[in-house]
């Protein structure tokens, strides 16, 4: 009998903390370092691999992402080796897809390159903006020039390239949003991730938000708009939203990113790194130490997780709805009651059709494109009190 995870797939994610320079919006687990030992974390990302390959033998992986931090900072020869011993620990999907993040600023042809030969068949690329002033405003350390140089090379080496775009950035018009949009469409790409501009607590901005010197900021309706515009030209350029901030052609979709949407099981190896996997029946949640130092001298002591915590029943019931109603191909209600115990609310369900958020399309429940703009208010009246 398959076990639940099966329906969404099995992942490994790999995070390099490290990145050249901290920009002032990001809350990821970031960190800038004059010195990185690669030997040493070497060993210790292939000692994980070893490590979960024991706990989880013989599942057939789908996809391996190289998140960060700037995974392109790292030497090939590493990328490749983990690789390498990564297609020892599992059978590989024929599909397999390997997605390394890039920054502008941190590449060249021949590293591309070498990525490609090491197993990497995807790049995602983090270009932000295509104005120069709009990327120091974001604290980046490319250019223009740089980023589509970058590009370029991505596309002579990888047959799938994405980049991404933050949009509601300060004093930006839907106009100016309309025509940056317009023009990153013109390259020839597969794949957008577009974000809307967030501020978050702990970040620069966060701080400077709540000091009243962040301005310019788009008004709730103009962030709105922005929304609904990028909807509508991506449409009309044949990159569907296939999740709230994902646009591709059919069949170029993130299969990574897919798994955490669709609730399948991942492997989350690097400081401060996320997983969810499933051993005996049962669904746990991991998280590693986010200090980079603290999780390299915790894999050489044999102890690498912060915390292994059990999921009830109800709790994956919640992080399957959460998730997959941000793809279009929505959720399995079946799914919903089997992992919950009980069936969504039909009250709940039937308002949520009456008024044009959620709609029913065989035995998939999905946000509609309104619903999908206002999705946290939907998920909030779907889920049990």
């Known amino acids: 009998m398959a076990e639940d995870w099966q329906a969404g797939g099995f992942g490994l994610y790999i995070h390099w903390p490290f990145c050249q320079a901290k920009c002032p919006y990001c809350d990821f687990n970031s960190h800038v370092a004059r010195e990185?030992?690669?030997?040493?974390?070497?060993?210790?990302?292939?000692?994980?691999i070893d490590r979960y390959a024991e706990m989880l033998p013989g599942r057939v992986l789908n996809s391996v992402f190289f998140g960060g931090g700037t995974p392109s900072l790292m030497n090939p020869d590493v990328v490749a080796a983990i690789l390498d011993r990564v297609r020892?620990?599992?059978?590989?999907?024929?599909d397999l897809e390997v997605t390394l993040e890039a920054n502008p600023?941190?590449?060249?042809?021949?590293?591309?390159?070498?990525f490609a030969e090491g197993g990497v068949s995807r790049i995602s690329m983090g270009v932000q903006a295509l104005n120069d002033y709009d990327l120091k405003r974001l604290g980046r350390i490319h250019s223009v020039q740089e980023a589509k140089q970058a590009f370029d090379i991505a596309r002579k080496n990888f047959d799938r390239v994405?980049?991404?775009?933050?949009?509601?950035?300060?004093?930006?018009?839907?106009?100016?949003?309309?025509?940056?949009?317009?023009?990153?469409?013109?390259?020839?790409?597969?794949?957008?991730s577009l974000y809307q501009l967030t501020i978050e607590e702990g970040?620069?901005?966060?701080?400077?938000?709540?000091?009243?010197?962040?301005?310019?900021?788009?008004?709730?309706?103009?962030?709105?708009?922005?929304?609904?515009?990028?909807?509508?030209?991506?449409?009309?350029?044949?990159?569907?939203?296939?999740?709230?901030?994902?646009?591709?052609?059919?069949?170029?979709?993130?299969?990574?990113?897919?798994?955490?949407?669709?609730?399948?099981?991942?492997?989350?190896?690097?400081?401060?790194?996320?997983?969810?996997?499933?051993?005996?029946?049962?669904?746990?949640?991991?998280?590693?130490?986010?200090?980079p130092e603290r999780w390299l001298t915790s894999v050489e002591q044999g102890n690498a997780e912060k915390r292994t915590t059990a999921l009830r029943g109800q709790d994956q019931a919640t992080e399957y709805l959460l998730?997959?109603?941000?793809?279009?191909?929505?959720?399995?209600?079946?799914?919903?009651?089997a992992l919950s115990g009980a069936p969504l609310d039909v009250t709940a369900v039937a308002?949520?059709?009456e008024i044009g958020m959620i709609e029913a399309?065989?035995?998939?429940?999905?946000?509609?494109?309104?619903?999908?703009?206002?999705?946290?208010?939907?998920i909030r009246d779907l889920l049990p009190d």
């Not at 020892?88 to 024929?94: F, G, M, T």
């Not at 399309?361 to 939907?378: E, K, P, Y």
Request: aromatic share 10%; charged share 25%.
């Open 203 to 291: 970040t620069a901005f966060g701080d400077r938000y709540a000091a009243g010197r962040l301005r310019g900021l788009p008004e709730d309706d103009t962030a709105a708009d922005m929304y609904h515009a990028t909807q509508d030209i991506c449409d009309a350029a044949g990159l569907y939203a296939y999740e709230v901030s994902n646009h591709a052609k059919p069949g170029s979709e993130s299969r990574h990113n897919m798994i955490y949407w669709r609730y399948g099981d991942y492997i989350g190896i690097g400081p401060g790194a996320h997983g969810r996997i499933t051993r005996n029946g049962e669904r746990f949640a991991t998280e590693a130490y986010s200090s």
């Open 361 to 378: 399309n065989g035995q998939r429940l999905r946000a509609t494109s309104r619903g999908r703009a206002v999705l946290n208010a939907v």
């Open 105 to 114: 600023g941190s590449v060249e042809a021949g590293k591309f390159r070498a």
């Open 162 to 192: 994405s980049f991404d775009l933050i949009y509601a950035r300060q004093d930006q018009t839907l106009d100016a949003w309309r025509l940056e949009l317009q023009e990153a469409l013109s390259m020839a790409i597969d794949h957008l």
């Open 36 to 48: 990185i030992d690669q030997s040493r974390w070497l060993h210790a990302y292939l000692a994980e």
């Open 323 to 337: 998730m997959g109603l941000r793809i279009n191909d929505g959720i399995d209600p079946e799914r919903f009651a």
């Open 88 to 94: 020892h620990a599992w059978p590989a999907a024929n």
């Open 351 to 353: 308002h949520l059709q």
